[in-house]
């Protein structure tokens, strides 16, 4: 049996060294490369195409007949404010215009200016005798001027005779101021006029006033002298006046009332005055 076991044992080593070796140049031959296989490509199919389907045969329709077309109307633009282009001028030469020189007067006497062209309006500023004054107007028959005294700050009327006037009276148009207004006392009433003739007489009721600030009445009348309508101022201290008022002159007369007192005057009535027989 020992016998046997040292045989074997030396065979078994022969066989594990074979195989040792074999496995050994298994392990080092060379392995074949592999070689790469085409994937096959898809080819595409054509798609098939759908079968037309039959066309829709439209019915034939009645045409309408052409119908008149209406011919567009001017629809008007509103249209801005025109553009004015200036045009150059020629500069005007600058001729200077002459002053007008208003007459003047140095007073002579000591005289009374007043609200109106007449003695019969109230006293308005005290002249004296070296006062001088510019003329600015007059009355119609120049018999009485509008001035403004070199020493006073308002204008008043002046009795053209008591001044010893530098240029014409006539060339300043004539005129007729407003008179001072008063709300203290009523204007007159019943105002009524008459006539005999070439007379006219003219009355109203009384109005009361304070002793102190009565001027009794005031009455401006268009009377006809001489084919000329005349202004006529007259101061009535009552209430009864006759005035002489003519035939002959185209315009009609007339005249008009007021009460005074002395800050100034109502407002005025209208006389209603009798025409001519």
């Given amino acids: 049996m020992r016998r046997w076991l040292l045989i074997q044992l030396p065979l078994s080593l022969v ?13 080092l031959r060379s392995s074949p490369t592999p070689t790469a296989t085409p994937t096959p490509t898809r080819t595409a199919s054509p798609t098939p195409s759908g079968t037309p389907s ?7 329709t009645r ?4 119908t008149d077309t209406p011919e567009p109307t ?13 045009t150059p001028s020629r500069t005007p030469t600058i001729t ?14 000591q005289a009374n200016c007043r609200y109106g062209p007449g003695a019969a ?9 070296g006062d001088r004054v510019e003329i600015l107007g007059r009355n119609d028959l120049g018999t009485w001027v509008y001035v403004k005294p070199r020493f006073y700050v308002d204008r008043c009327w002046v009795k053209a005779s008591l001044l010893e006037v530098t240029g014409d009276i006539f060339s300043v148009a004539p005129y007729y101021s407003r008179l001072p207004f008063s709300e203290l006392y009523r204007p007159p009433t019943n105002a009524r006029a008459s006539r005999q003739g070439d007379e006219v007489t003219i009355a109203w009721d009384p109005v009361w006033m304070t002793k102190d600030d009565y001027r009794g009445y005031l009455i401006e009348a268009w009377v006809c002298r001489d084919n000329q309508l005349i202004f006529t101022p007259v101061q009535i201290d009552g209430t009864l006046v006759t005035l002489t008022d003519e035939a002959g002159c185209t315009e009609p007369s007339s005249a008009r009332l007021y009460t ?3 800050h100034g005057y109502t407002q005025w009535v209208a006389i209603p005055w009798p025409d001519h027989d």
Avoid: R
Avoid at 74 to 86: L, R, S
């Fill in 74 to 86: 001017d629809t008007p633009t509103p249209a801005g404010p025109p553009t004015i282009t200036p």
């Fill in 54 to 60: 039959p066309t829709h045969t439209p019915t034939a």
């Fill in 96 to 109: 200077p215009t002459p002053t007008f020189d208003f007459p003047d007067g140095v007073v002579q006497t």
């Fill in 15 to 27: 066989l594990l060294a074979a195989g040792f070796g074999g496995g050994v140049a298994w392990v």
């Fill in 63 to 66: 045409t309408p007949l052409p």
């Fill in 121 to 129: 309006y109230l006293y308005e500023w005290g002249l004296f005798p």
């Fill in 260 to 262: 005074a007192e002395k």
